[in-house]
């Protein structure tokens, strides 16, 4: 019985919520120190501000200077905030730095908005400070007709009393389209002449970035808090996800050790969750599989060798009354017999299955040429008609035990005659890749279904339901080939040639 605690899901369930505790501290903390930082903040307030200030530091500028020198002074402050500046007069004359003019529908909306007047609790034009009026320094020298423009940081210390009236927020703020660009807009006092009060202007401010440089919000903070979170989760997530996955791998590999047959893996992960429950029921799955197998592959083996004398006996016996019998009888003894033959060729291949299932570890290996034991085997074999190609290289040296490896390459022939004997010759080779040698024996026959091909080394399993002992065998001859090559530390596979044949590819350690 697994504890409530010690879960993997409790154990997810509770990063998570420390995760989301975490986070929202984060958040919480930061906001803490920057309080008047919001959604708002960021679309309103610093716009407000940066166009107030912008907008002061401009109308005092252009009020210090004649009309036709406006642009010069909107191209400078273009220059100076990485925004493009323009100026909208009630009378719809526009002013515009180096970048050009405003599309029309900004003009048209900035008129209407001159011409709605003042919002409620801002100050009208006509209460609006006139410098000229109280005499200041700085304003039109008539002898000259020029103006005397008045440093930005004597003015930010000390404004002009007219430009306190400055509105908090934009009038204006809109999108347009080809270009896309963004646009905000705020009301400024313009002396236009020296006889009357100040009157409105609208100030645009305009940028294809949502951003405008920022000039209408800063990002950094926001994207400095993102990335702050999105750190903490990934520190926070990895070991976890790491725990998790980690030991799934380990078990997955040892699962595909399992289901070749290696049936000695052994998973050491000393957890009490569910990671820990799943390696302990792989563990005993295995050693009740180990045992299970073993002790079908030693039955096999004792049957088969008890099962080998009296056959022989009865072979002899057969063999004795056949020569003493005549006609239908010895015939019929003859069809016992063949009988008795099949018999006792399935019990030898039971006996050689088991034999090599069992010794497998004790079993030592010794550097073997290549060549010339396939040489030797094909000799052994006897085929008969079939011609068979040795095409490994006389210098190529595998790691095997020589009896093993004669067996196997002896039921690859085998198989390759019963199955394909009629359609080609045989092509033994071997290639060198790194510290490995691979051994192919391919043939020319029409090869086996796709779907039956991870199934061709298991046990009495045959492709064909025609396969009878006519024509083909008990289906261990790929079988014991493979506990043979397993034994050598190798491995076998199976494929279909192109475009026709069947290939069977033995991998060995190099012999050096």
């Known amino acids: 019985m697994i504890k409530p605690f010690s879960s993997l899901f409790t154990k997810i369930l509770a990063w998570f919520f420390l995760n989301l505790i975490l986070s929202t501290a984060l958040v919480t903390l930061f906001f803490s120190f920057q309080p008047q930082i919001n959604f708002y903040t960021i679309f309103g307030q610093q716009i407000s501000q940066r166009l107030r200030s912008a907008g002061m530091l ?11 020198n406006w642009h010069q002074i909107l191209t400078r402050h273009q220059e100076t905030q990485q925004v493009n500046f323009a100026l909208v007069l009630a009378d719809g004359s526009c002013f515009s730095a180096s970048s050009g003019k405003p599309p029309k529908e900004v003009i048209v909306n900035a008129r209407e908005i001159l011409a709605m007047g003042p919002p409620p609790g801002e100050a009208p034009p006509s209460v609006f400070f006139n410098p000229l009026r109280r005499g200041q320094k700085h304003g039109i020298d008539h002898k000259n ?31 347009t389209q080809n270009p896309k660009r963004y646009w905000t807009g705020i009301k400024i006092p313009l002396l236009l002449d020296t006889s009357s009060h100040p009157k409105p202007g609208l100030l645009l401010v305009s940028s294809d970035s949502i951003t405008g440089n920022g000039f209408f919000f800063d990002p950094l903070p926001w994207m400095m808090v993102a990335g702050a979170v999105l750190l903490i989760s990934v520190l926070l997530w990895i070991p976890m996800v790491r725990n998790i996955t980690k030991p799934l791998g380990r078990m997955t590999l040892a699962a595909e050790e399992i289901a070749k047959g290696h049936f ?3 998973i050491h992960e000393p957890r009490t969750d569910e990671i820990g429950r799943l390696a302990k029921a ?5 050693s009740r599989l180990s045992a299970f197998v073993t002790g079908q592959r030693r039955f096999l083996g004792d049957v088969s060798h008890e099962l080998g004398s009296p056959i022989s006996r009865i072979q002899m016996g057969l063999a004795i009354l056949e020569q003493r019998t005549t006609g239908e009888n010895q015939i019929r003894v003859k069809d016992v017999l063949e009988d008795v033959d099949h018999l006792g060729q399935l019990v030898n291949e039971l006996l050689a299955f088991s034999r090599a299932e069992i010794n497998k570890k004790s079993i030592p290996l010794d550097i073997v040429n290549l060549h010339p ?3 030797e085997t094909i000799k052994r074999e006897n085929i008969g008609t079939l011609t068979i190609f040795n095409e490994i290289a006389p210098d190529i040296r595998v790691k095997a035990a020589p009896e093993l490896l004669t067996r196997a390459v002896a039921n690859l022939i085998r198989n390759a005659a019963k199955y394909a004997g009629n359609t080609g010759p045989v092509h033994i080779s071997a290639e060198k890749q790194k510290d490995k040698i691979t ?33 083909g065998g008990v289906g261990l001859g790929l079988a014991i080939v493979k506990t043979c090559i397993e034994t050598c530390q190798g491995t076998v596979c199976a494929c279909n040639g192109k475009p026709n044949g069947f290939i069977v590819t033995v991998t060995l350690k190099t012999g050096l």
Do not use: C, W
């Not at 401009?58 to 036709?68: E, P, V, Y």
């Not at 440093?151 to 927020?169: C, F, G, I, R």
């Not at 029409?446 to 080394?457: H, K, Y």
């Open 373 to 375: 034991l396939i040489e």
């Open 58 to 68: 401009i109308s005092h500028d252009l009020n210090n200077t004649l009309q036709k």
């Open 145 to 175: 007709d020029n103006f005397s423009p008045r440093p930005h940081t004597a003015m930010e210390k000390n404004p002009p009393p007219y430009l306190d009236s400055l509105p908090a927020k934009p009038h204006l703020i809109m999108k």
């Open 282 to 286: 792989i563990n005993h799955m295995t």
């Open 439 to 471: 051994l192919i024996v391919r043939d020319s026959g029409p090869g086996v279904p796709e779907t039956m091909l991870d199934q061709l080394f298991e046990p009495f399993f045959r492709p064909e339901a025609s396969r009878n002992r006519d024509y």
């Open 264 to 266: 000695d893996v052994t």
